[in-house]
Antibody, heavy 121, light 108 residues
Framework: EVQLVQSRAEVRKPGESLKISCQASGYTFANYWVGWVRQVPGIGLEWMGVFYPGDSNTHYSPSFQGQVTISADKSTSTAYLQWYSLKDSDTAMYYC??????????????WGQGTMVTVSS | EIVLTQSPGTLSLFPGERATLSCRASQTINNNYLAWYQQKPGQAPRLLIYGASSRATGIPDRFSGSGSGTDFTLTISRLEPEDFAVYYCQQYGRTPKTFGQGTKVEVK
């Protein structure tokens, strides 16, 4: 079964750093793009960016470029989303998701269960 | 970036009725790279439709997608109790791959 399992909920203070993870199983991790989507509670979905583990190619939304880092470790089939200095406005649910194919222009067909990040002083 | 506008914001229908959801893009979507997702409370989104009209694996045939260019539609032919949820469209033909703001389908 193809699955993405995300790390647990996190609470941090503004200015702190954080790295959340997304463990993939049931498919060849290197052959599919994996991305991150933000959902502020009660609001809609925002596409943050995607990473291709096969060659480390990365695309970010301009809204998130420079604010987060998306990466992955092929040896553990794990994708990461990292902040170096969190803001209150980063409070949201974060989903990792896999594109349907190795083609960049494709939809997300498998989703993780979400990681809630709360940033509060 | 491409802005997707979904309408209506909320659709109130009885089980068994037909639901028609609209997604309009601010620019032509390349190759009809338009997807629809369903999200229920406390759950991750689920892919229903990709390529504007292709059903994802395991999606019942009461869900259908249509449209091209800038105007797209998701139709649920007969609403089942489990279909009451929020539905999002997404264009994936241009970076950033934006989502619409969602349409909530609720029980009347």
């Amino acid at each position: 079964e193809v699955q993405l399992v995300q790390s647990r909920a996190e609470v941090r203070k503004p200015g702190e750093s954080l790295k959340i993870s997304c463990q993939a199983s049931g498919y060849t991790f290197a052959n599919y793009w994996v991305g991150w989507v933000r959902q502020v509670p009660g609001i809609g979905l925002e596409w943050m960016g995607v990473f291709y583990p096969g060659d480390s190619n990365t695309h970010y939304s301009p809204s998130f470029q420079g604010q987060v880092t998306i990466s992955a470790d092929k040896s553990t089939s794990t994708a990461y989303l990292q902040w170096y200095s969190l803001k209150d406005s980063d409070t949201a649910m974060y989903y990792c998701a896999r594109l349907r194919s190795a083609y960049y222009f494709d939809a997300f067909d498998v989703w993780g269960q979400g990681t809630m990040v709360t940033v509060s002083s | 970036e491409i802005v997707l506008t979904q309408s209506p914001g909320t659709l109130s229908l009885f089980p068994g009725e037909r639901a028609t959801l609209s997604c309009r893009a601010s620019q032509t979507i390349n190759n009809n790279y338009l997807a629809w997702y369903q999200q229920k409370p406390g759950q991750a989104p689920r892919l229903l439709i990709y390529g504007a009209s292709s059903r994802a694996t395991g999606i019942p045939d009461r869900f259908s997608g249509s449209g091209s260019g800038t105007d797209f539609t998701l139709t649920i032919s007969r609403l089942e109790p489990e279909d009451f949820a929020v539905y999002y469209c997404q264009q994936y033909g241009r970076t950033p791959k934006t989502f619409g703001q969602g349409t909530k389908v609720e029980v009347k």
